[in-house]
């Protein structure tokens, strides 16, 4: 974004949070569309689609000077929606390219990489939106601006690039016809391995199983 496009969204805050807003939305309307499995052979690129596009959100409030929430204690914004269906839909959906590994801190000297899901970490993703969400549609704009700009560097924003890194490198292997390795052992809810480990354990996933139900059909 340009120093003048910030200075802008500075001037017209309000402007400013109808656009994170609507991407916000978009974001959730779409994954949660993708999640019913309607059309399981475009999983990937639709969410490679829109992970990219929240991720655009997400950079532009990084760049934002931080907002100061009105009230000093965040306002209960109600009970949180459940996401168990989501995370399960998808789950099913990814199978078996939703086991990644990843590292945390790339500036974390000598940090190990840790086994991940992309069911999760989106669901996860859901919440904290749709927490800001929750705050926006009842008016406290400037609240919904500062959680999701909070929880974009303290959670979504690392999440959502290491999702982008997951989906980006499945299609990357299957377009350029290079095969994974298989993954065997590889658990979200074991210890953080090696580096020796990883590389023994690179993956769960045979060549022709991501075609289908995945699929590679290109999104327009």
């Known amino acids: 974004m340009s120093d003048a496009t910030l200075h802008a969204t500075t001037r017209n805050?309000?402007?400013?949070?109808?656009?994170?807003?609507?991407?916000?939305?978009?974001?959730?309307?779409?994954?949660?569309?993708?999640?019913?499995?309607?059309?399981?052979?475009?999983?990937?690129?639709?969410l490679l689609l829109e992970v990219s596009q929240l991720l655009l959100a997400g950079g532009r409030l990084g760049a934002h000077e931080?907002?100061?929430p009105d009230e000093r204690y965040e306002p209960d914004p109600g009970p949180e929606p459940d996401v168990d269906e989501l995370r399960e839909n998808l789950a099913?959906?990814?199978?078996?390219?939703?086991?990644?590994?990843?590292?945390?801190?790339?500036?974390?000297?000598?940090?190990?990489?840790?086994?991940?899901?992309?069911?999760?970490?989106?669901?996860?993703?859901?919440?904290?939106?749709?927490?800001?969400?929750?705050?926006?549609?009842?008016?406290?704009t400037t609240e919904a601006l500062w959680w999701w700009q909070f929880s974009?560097?303290?959670?979504?924003?690392?999440?959502?690039?290491?999702?982008?890194?997951?989906?980006q490198s499945v299609l990357i292997h299957v377009r350029l016809d290079q095969p994974l390795e298989e993954l065997d052992g590889l658990d979200t809810d074991q210890e953080p391995m090696g580096d020796d480990v990883?590389?023994?354990?690179?993956?769960?996933?045979?060549?022709?199983?991501?075609?289908?139900?995945?699929?590679?059909?290109q999104v327009q």
């Open 198 to 217: 990883l590389e023994r354990e690179a993956g769960r996933v045979m060549e022709e199983e991501i075609g289908t139900p995945l699929g590679i059909r």
């Open 13 to 46: 805050p309000d402007d400013f949070a109808v656009q994170i807003a609507d991407q916000v939305e978009s974001f959730l309307v779409a994954v949660t569309e993708v999640a019913k499995g309607d059309e399981p052979g475009s999983t990937v690129p639709f």
């Open 152 to 167: 974009y560097f303290s959670n979504w924003g690392p999440t959502t690039s290491a999702v982008l890194r997951a989906l």
């Open 66 to 68: 931080d907002f100061v």
């Open 92 to 140: 099913r959906l990814l199978d078996p390219v939703d086991v990644y590994s990843e590292v945390f801190d790339p500036y974390a000297p000598r940090r190990a990489p840790v086994p991940a899901r992309i069911s999760d970490d989106l669901a996860d993703v859901i919440t904290d939106l749709r927490h800001g969400m929750a705050h926006y549609r009842a008016g406290r």
